[in-house]
Every structure is written in structure tokens, then in C-alpha cells.
């Protein structure tokens, strides 16, 4: 893969395709009346898009259509792995979180991870969207874009799902565990 073009191979981007084709027959649900075709077609007009979508497969997010947006033409794309996805756990919250723990750094943070694939973190309004389409984060837990205003006095906040119902928490940005990473959107 060409990392500096963000440009797929012919059989990357056909196994991509054929993944997420099936991912999207499989769960109708996700998006009713949206037929594959319109929304292949869009991929393939955009392969930056694409790559990103590659990224998010690789990580384990299991990307899949949840919405369109009628007024932009858009396609959403959120992570719709069970739990947070494997590849993107034991982050911290966002660079400034990193770069303030004396020791024991995390090997990156959620913010950054999301900037290199080309995808932006979850809201908790988005979140909450993505739990009406199923049960995610039973195990585990995902930061979600936190309020300027929390962040700036050093806190970040992560949701999942406990108890039939969707809780939202909040810990030092600089915190990271093995059972908390990070859900992605993606536009196209």
C-alpha cells in the first residue's frame, strides 16, 4: 500500500468492497432503503475514502453504512465492530494527554489515530445513534469527542454500554486502558 498517496492496490480495494458489500447485506437494518450500488459507486469515486475505510477494517472496526445524508449526498460510515475496535485500544484521549505522563506513554492517542486514518471520533450524540442500530461496547469502552470545556481542566469522556443503557463517563485525558479505544465516522 501506498501510504504517502493513501492509495489502495486493485486487490485491496477489491477485497475492501467485497467486505463491505457483505458487512452491508448482512445488516440492512443499518440502513434501510439504501441500496449497495449507489453506495459502491461513491467509494470508488473517492479513494482516499476508501483507504480510510481500509484503515478502519485493519484496526477491526467493521465500518458500515448507518446513515445518508440527504442534503450533502454523503454516505455515513461509523466503526460497527461488537466492541471497541482491537487495533485502537490503549490510547489515551488526544496529544497534549500523551505528552503530559511522565511514564508508561501509550503507544498513541484516540485524536491523533483518528486524524492519520482520515476519520473523526465519534459524538456522544452519535454514539447514542450507533446503540439504537445494536449492542456495542458490552466489554468495553470508546472516547467520544469531548467539550472544549471539559478538556480544558484535563478531562476527555468515553461511553459503552452496561445494563441495557448507554453510559457516558469522564477520566484524565492521559488515562488508557486495554478495554478502551476509540469509534470512527467517516463521511463519502
Not at 457483505?22 to 461513491?42: I, S, T
Not at 480510510?52 to 455515513?76: A, C, F, N, Q, R
Amino acid at each position: 500500500m501506498n501510504m504517502t498517496m493513501r492509495e489502495l492496490s486493485p486487490e485491496q480495494r477489491e477485497e475492501l468492497l467485497q467486505t463491505l458489500k457483505a458487512r452491508f447485506e448482512k445488516n440492512m437494518n443499518r440502513h434501510p432503503g439504501l441500496e449497495w450500488a449507489d453506495v459502491q459507486a461513491k467509494l470508488e469515486a473517492n479513494p482516499e475514502k476508501l483507504w480510510s475505510l481500509h484503515e478502519m477494517e485493519e484496526t477491526g472496526g467493521e465500518p458500515d453504512v448507518v446513515g445518508h445524508d440527504g442534503k450533502t449526498g454523503e454516505y455515513i460510515f461509523y466503526d460497527c465492530s461488537a466492541e471497541s475496535p482491537k487495533g485502537r485500544r490503549s490510547v489515551c484521549y488526544d496529544r497534549e494527554a500523551l505528552e503530559s505522563r511522565k511514564e508508561h506513554k501509550p503507544k498513541s492517542s484516540a485524536v491523533e489515530m483518528a486524524a492519520a486514518m482520515g476519520i473523526e471520533l465519534l459524538t456522544e450524540e452519535q454514539y447514542r445513534e450507533l446503540q439504537q442500530l445494536g449492542n456495542f461496547d458490552m466489554k468495553t469502552s470508546s472516547w467520544v469527542i469531548t467539550p472544549e470545556r471539559i478538556r480544558r481542566l484535563g478531562g476527555a469522556l468515553f461511553c459503552d454500554r452496561r445494563y441495557d443503557t448507554v453510559f457516558v463517563y469522564h477520566n484524565g485525558a492521559e488515562s488508557y486502558y486495554a478495554a478502551r479505544g476509540f469509534r470512527g465516522s467517516l463521511r463519502v
